[in-house]
């Protein structure tokens, strides 16, 4: 497997943007419930998909074994996304599970697809979850543990994902088809069981905020389908940690559009982003 590319890396850097920005749009959602606002980036996700789907091939019958896996692993990742949001801070439970993900996609990856990374991958990896996670303990007060807990089993969730999809997208032949079908089929249970759990309520709030979800879903879309490409060109660890440069992002959206400054901490954690990524293209 080549290393990362220039363009690859622009390439991911821009997708980290974008899931940035899904995410901004639900931290500055007005209706204040993380269940409801992610399950509305979902059911906009699944609208783009669909209008995609006629103009990508059919993926590779090796690779719906993944798409179904996957599926069952994001329904989870869903889960105890709210769960955090719920329990902690967006500032907190963000930075804290998207820090620590690519350490378990590393790890995992050496183990399950013998991806070892070169010492100056390995490196850019360890600055940049760093800096990612210092910026979850920037402000001092205290958080509950519940908080910490549903964000490292969040962690977990999205390294499983991750690999998951990296080897679905190499199966299939064809990234574009197998994350627009991925994206189709893996939010239709999640929908089901919101509107299930929560009724009439959970209809009338997403048909509210149709707008908002369709936004984020296409930015969360594009995003994803940018990472998996990459991960059929590049190792997958190093693409993981290169794709939370969104943490960044999110900060500097934070403290540009939502006022929540940034401050030296901040800063700090940002520098050793950029020397990470830096470290990865040595």
Same mark, same amino acid.
């Given at each position: 497997?080549?290393?990362?590319?220039?363009?690859?890396?622009?390439?991911?850097?821009?997708?980290?943007?974008?899931?940035?920005?899904?995410?901004?749009?639900?931290?500055?959602?007005?209706?204040? #419930?993380?269940?409801?606002?992610? =399950? +509305?980036?979902? *059911?906009? /996700?699944? &609208?783009?998909? %669909? $209008?995609? !789907?006629?103009?990508?091939?059919?993926?590779?019958?090796?690779?719906?074994?993944?798409?179904?896996?996957?599926?069952?692993?994001?329904?989870?990742?869903?889960?105890?996304?709210?769960?955090?949001?719920?329990?902690?801070?967006?500032?907190?439970?963000?930075?804290?599970?998207?820090?620590?993900?690519?350490?378990?996609?590393?790890?995992?990856?050496?183990?399950?697809?013998?991806?070892?990374?070169?010492?100056?991958?390995?490196?850019?990896?360890?600055?940049?979850?760093?800096?990612?996670?210092?910026?979850?303990?920037?402000?001092?007060?205290?958080?509950?543990?519940?908080?910490?807990?549903?964000?490292?089993?969040?962690?977990?969730?999205?390294?499983?994902?991750?690999?998951? #999809?990296?080897?679905?997208?190499? =199966? +299939?032949?064809? *990234?574009? /088809?197998? &994350?627009?079908? %991925? $994206?189709? !089929?893996?939010?239709?249970?999640?929908?089901?069981?919101?509107?299930?759990?929560?009724?009439?309520?959970?209809?009338?709030?997403?048909?509210?905020?149709?707008?908002?979800?369709?936004?984020?879903?296409?930015?969360?879309?594009?995003?994803?389908?940018?990472?998996?490409?990459?991960?059929?060109?590049?190792?997958?660890?190093?693409?993981?940690?290169?794709?939370?440069?969104?943490?960044?992002?999110?900060?500097?959206?934070?403290?540009?559009?939502?006022?929540?400054?940034?401050?030296?901490?901040?800063?700090?954690?940002?520098?050793?982003?950029?020397?990470?990524?830096?470290?990865?293209?040595?």
């Amino acid at each position: 497997m080549p290393e990362l590319s220039l363009g690859i890396t622009l390439a991911v850097i821009g997708a980290g943007l974008l899931h940035a920005s899904w995410n901004a749009l639900l931290k500055s959602a007005p209706g204040g #419930d993380p269940m409801l606002d992610t =399950a +509305s980036v979902v *059911a906009g /996700s699944s &609208v783009w998909a %669909l $209008i995609v !789907l006629p103009f990508v091939p059919w993926p590779d019958p090796a690779a719906w074994k993944f798409v179904a896996l996957s599926s069952t692993i994001h329904f989870a990742y869903y889960i105890t996304l709210a769960h955090a949001y719920r329990m902690g801070d967006l500032s907190f439970a963000y930075p804290l599970m998207r820090g620590t993900a690519p350490l378990i996609v590393t790890v995992l990856g050496i183990v399950f697809l013998h991806e070892l990374p070169t010492a100056h991958v390995a490196v850019g990896i360890v600055l940049i979850c760093a800096g990612i996670v210092s910026i979850a303990f920037i402000r001092r007060e205290r958080h509950p543990p519940a908080a910490a807990g549903w964000a490292f089993a969040n962690a977990a969730v999205i390294a499983l994902y991750t690999l998951t #999809d990296a080897a679905g997208a190499r =199966a +299939s032949g064809n *990234a574009a /088809s197998y &994350v627009t079908w %991925l $994206i189709f !089929l893996e939010g239709l249970p999640f929908i089901a069981w919101i509107v299930w759990r929560r009724g009439r309520s959970a209809i009338d709030y997403l048909g509210r905020g149709w707008r908002r979800g369709l936004l984020g879903g296409a930015c969360s879309l594009a995003a994803y389908a940018i990472v998996l490409y990459a991960m059929t060109r590049a190792p997958v660890a190093a693409v993981a940690a290169l794709r939370e440069t969104s943490v960044l992002f999110a900060a500097l959206i934070g403290a540009v559009w939502l006022k929540e400054g940034f401050g030296p901490m901040r800063l700090a954690g940002a520098a050793s982003v950029v020397v990470g990524v830096a470290a990865l293209k040595l």
